[in-house]
């Protein structure tokens, strides 16, 4: 289940549309399941345990840590986990950090 700010729940296909523009797409699945369950192309997996530390760190931390360009509080960011649980609970994280 996928989470944005404007959209509440996204499609699969919704997701795939915004994948071609600048969104940065992080699963918050814990990592044995990407393990066990796969990773979705071109997402970042930040379990959601790390997340609230993940997003007030220095963004040269984070480049390190996760590989990825750390995103402004304005830039688009979906959240994904399994059943849409956490990935909600990460759209409220990112939102009381500041980001829109």
């Keep these: 289940s996928l989470c944005s700010?404007?959209?509440?729940?996204l499609s699969y296909q919704e997701l795939?549309?915004?994948?071609?523009?600048?969104?940065?797409h992080i699963d918050v699945?814990?990592?044995?399941?990407?393990?066990?369950?796969?990773k979705i192309p071109?997402?970042?997996?930040?379990?959601?345990?790390?997340?609230?530390e993940a997003l007030?760190?220095?963004?040269?931390?984070?480049k390190a840590?996760?590989?990825?360009?750390m995103p402004s509080k304005s830039d688009p960011v979906v959240f994904s986990c399994l059943a849409g649980t956490r990935s909600k609970?990460?759209?409220g994280f990112a939102?009381?950090?500041?980001f829109s």
Excluded: C, H
């Excluded at 007030?56 to 984070?62: G, H, N």
């Design 95 to 98: 939102t009381s950090l500041g």
């Design 42 to 52: 071109a997402s970042i997996n930040i379990p959601l345990g790390e997340l609230v």
């Design 16 to 24: 795939k549309d915004l994948k071609k523009t600048n969104v940065l």
């Design 65 to 69: 840590q996760y590989s990825q360009k």
């Design 56 to 62: 007030q760190m220095d963004p040269t931390e984070f």
């Design 29 to 38: 699945r814990e990592r044995w399941e990407i393990d066990r369950f796969g």
């Design 5 to 9: 700010g404007g959209v509440p729940g």
């Design 89 to 91: 609970q990460a759209l």
